[in-house]
């Protein structure tokens, strides 16, 4: 019993255990303004949605990850069969049809075919058995990476979903990244993003009417608000423009638990999902932003030693992604909260209230620890 106990991280447990506490108190400080009559309501559901996550992570851990090799052809069918699904019979709230509706819970497909995404091309590029490719190696292997990942990307931008959309492309690239693909291929894909940045940009300046049949006025009102907060303080730009505000008055160390100007005001919206970074910031400060910006460092960290004694290509494919996913999500979500990047809807791992979310997330925690509870070390080994 000793010898697989010592295979399961239990730092990386530990660190999930840190996020848990954490998330229920910022969603309890920034839910009170939705439900003055049960101020607890947000964290009740979240620790329900927390002791569901623990569950599906366990049942996972204990789960021969290599047996996923087989299934995730169909996972990804699956997954694109609900996106079919919910465009035609999906609930529309907030400008997006990204939902399932059941009564007291929401599901949102998008967010499982992130985890059937990372499968999937986990499994194309164990084929390769790491070797280093050439460049017209490279080429059909990226072609067919790159076919798989634009379908669910461009279902669910038309919802539309920015944000999943971008994950789904971060996905791709930190596999691709980590396959063994030509770096010329990796410059030629970077190069490409730039040029559709910039044809984007092209199309804005010269050809507006044209423009706005391909960017949704919702989303070009988001980089508008983005670009200009200052100017657009009082419609485009007015989220992030309180949010900069909250996060700016924590100085230091902050206002102190529940005592938030901006988030217990009501100023911020989406304050307990999207923008619970702003809740931390305002009433822990720097340090408190410091403190959980490190946990998601350590949870990374703890992830890569993880591929690093992976015994399987496969096994350290499907954390490699699993850090892509994981990391971008923070990012994005961080940098949205402060103004490096647009505002997405991309919840904060493991801290945002939410349930699809915190499901996938948790899964794919459990899928990496499963890597490392299967990962056995054989005396004669190459390292």
């Known amino acids: 019993m000793k010898h697989y106990e010592s295979r399961i991280d239990y730092l990386l447990i530990a660190i999930l255990l840190m996020f848990f506490l954490v998330s229920l108190f910022m969603v309890y400080s920034a839910s009170g303004q939705y439900q003055p009559d049960d101020p607890l309501y947000y964290v009740k559901r979240q620790v329900i949605w927390y002791i569901v996550g623990f569950s599906v992570m366990a049942v996972a851990v204990f789960f021969d990850y290599e047996l996923l090799e087989r299934w995730a052809m169909p996972f990804y069918c699956i997954g694109i069969g609900l996106l079919i699904l919910v465009h035609f019979f999906g609930t529309f709230k907030n400008g997006s049809q990204r939902w ?4 007291l819970f929401e599901i949102q497909p998008s967010e499982f075919v992130k985890v059937f995404l990372v499968l999937l091309l986990s499994v194309f590029m164990n084929k390769l058995r790491g070797k280093k490719l050439t460049f017209s190696e490279s080429i059909p292997i990226t072609l067919k990476l790159s076919f ?41 894909l970077i190069s490409n993003v730039a040029i559709m940045i910039g044809f984007f940009v092209f ?10 049949k391909i960017i949704k006025p919702h989303q070009l009102e988001r980089i508008y608000g983005w670009l200009s907060p200052e100017v657009f303080a009082s419609s485009y ?4 423009t309180q949010a900069l505000l909250g996060i700016g008055s924590g100085q230091i160390t902050g206002w102190g638990f529940n005592q938030g100007k901006q988030v217990q005001s009501g100023r911020i919206p989406e304050v307990h999902t999207d923008f619970i970074f702003t809740v931390i910031g305002e009433e822990f400060g720097f340090i408190g932003a410091s403190v959980v910006i490190s946990l998601y460092f350590l949870l990374i960290y703890r992830m890569v030693i993880i591929a690093l004694r992976a015994n399987t290509l496969f096994g350290v494919y499907i954390t490699a992604g699993a850090i892509g996913l994981i990391a971008f999500q923070a990012f994005q979500n961080i940098s949205m909260t402060i103004g490096l990047m647009p505002i997405t809807g991309i919840a904060l791992p493991f801290i945002s209230y939410g349930g699809s979310a915190l499901l996938t997330n948790m899964l794919v925690i459990g899928i990496v620890l499963s890597v490392s509870f299967h990962s056995k070390n054989y005396m004669f080994s190459r390292s």
């Open 100 to 103: 399932f509706s059941f009564g």
């Open 148 to 188: 798989f990942t634009v379908i669910p990307f461009l279902f669910i931008l038309v919802q539309p979903d920015l944000g999943s959309a971008l994950v789904i492309m971060a996905v791709f690239f930190t596999l691709i990244i980590v396959s063994g693909v030509s770096y010329k291929m990796i410059l030629l």
């Open 203 to 212: 199309m804005h300046n010269h050809f507006f009417e044209t423009f706005t």
């Open 237 to 240: 730009g007015y989220q992030l």
